[in-house]
T-cell receptor, first 112, second 115 residues
Framework: GNSVTQMEGPVTLSEEAFLTINCTYT??????LFWYVQYPGEGLQLLLK?????DKGSNKGFEATYRKETTSFHLEKGSVQVSDSAVYFC???????????FGGGTRVLVKP | GAGVSQSPSNKVTEKGKDVELRCDPI?????LYWYRQSLGQGLEFLIY????????KSGLPSDRFSAERTGGSVSTLTIQRTQQEDSAVYLC?????????????FGSGTRLTVV
């Protein structure tokens, strides 16, 4: 079946540091890939997406590139802020099942 | 309403009791999902409703769990004879079915604690 694996946290960084959160997936065909973010006390919200191989999703300074050859969708940000402290979830979507499959989530804590 | 509303926001129950969790989706959203967020376990799919179609119950962990969606709108997730391992945050999301994975709007969840 479909599955998503992402690095375990927590990840603790200083402000302006570089952030990478690794995500790999297992699925047949070409799923769409997503990063969702959950800020403290809030519901999950979409951060970025990529729907086909080599697509790059970007939003709020975050980027992730859909790599079919390595089945990966790693999230990166060049300079994090305290406000980026949250839990980040990698997810895949296949139309056949019409539901998102999430990874385990990675908690990121950015210290001033 | 403007968003997905879940109630209660917190629920503490004794082991063996039944609980009901409610989800009010965004008006007009035809798809409704329940997920469970356990500590260290990420988001686990439970059940999916789409219009009048039979729900996808493939994620329900046991027959103690059930859900219904009345009139294509409000949904209730029921857990019977709760166990301590049921303690988690239960999240509801809704979407237009055509929105794919990007159109989900999540509620803030119900934190269930079984003591």
């Amino acid at each position: 079946g479909n599955s998503v694996t992402q690095m375990e946290g927590p990840v603790t960084l200083s402000e302006e540091a570089f952030l990478t959160i690794n995500c790999t997936y297992t699925a047949t065909g070409y799923p769409s890939l997503f990063w969702y973010v959950q800020y403290p006390g809030e519901g999950l919200q979409l951060l970025l997406k990529a729907t086909k191989a080599d697509d790059k999703g970007s939003n709020k300074g975050f980027e992730a590139t859909y790599r079919k050859e390595t089945t990966s969708f790693h999230l990166e940000k060049g300079s994090v802020q305290v406000s980026d402290s949250a839990v980040y979830f990698c997810a895949l979507f296949k139309a056949a099942g019409n539901k998102l499959t999430f990874g385990g989530g990675t908690r990121v804590l950015v210290k001033p | 309403g403007a968003g997905v509303s879940q109630s209660p926001s917190n629920k503490v129950t004794e082991k063996g009791k039944d609980v009901e969790l409610r989800c009010d989706p965004i008006s007009g959203h035809t798809a409704l999902y329940w997920y469970r967020q356990s500590l260290g376990q990420g988001l686990e799919f439970l059940i999916y409703f789409q219009g009048n179609s039979a729900p996808d119950k493939s994620g329900l962990p046991s027959d103690r769990f059930s859900a219904e969606r009345t009139g294509g709108s409000v949904s209730t997730l029921t857990i019977q004879r709760t166990q301590q391992e049921d303690s988690a945050v239960y999240l509801c999301a809704s979407s237009f079915v055509s929105a794919g994975g990007e159109g989900y709007t999540f509620g803030s969840g119900t934190r269930l604690t079984v003591v």
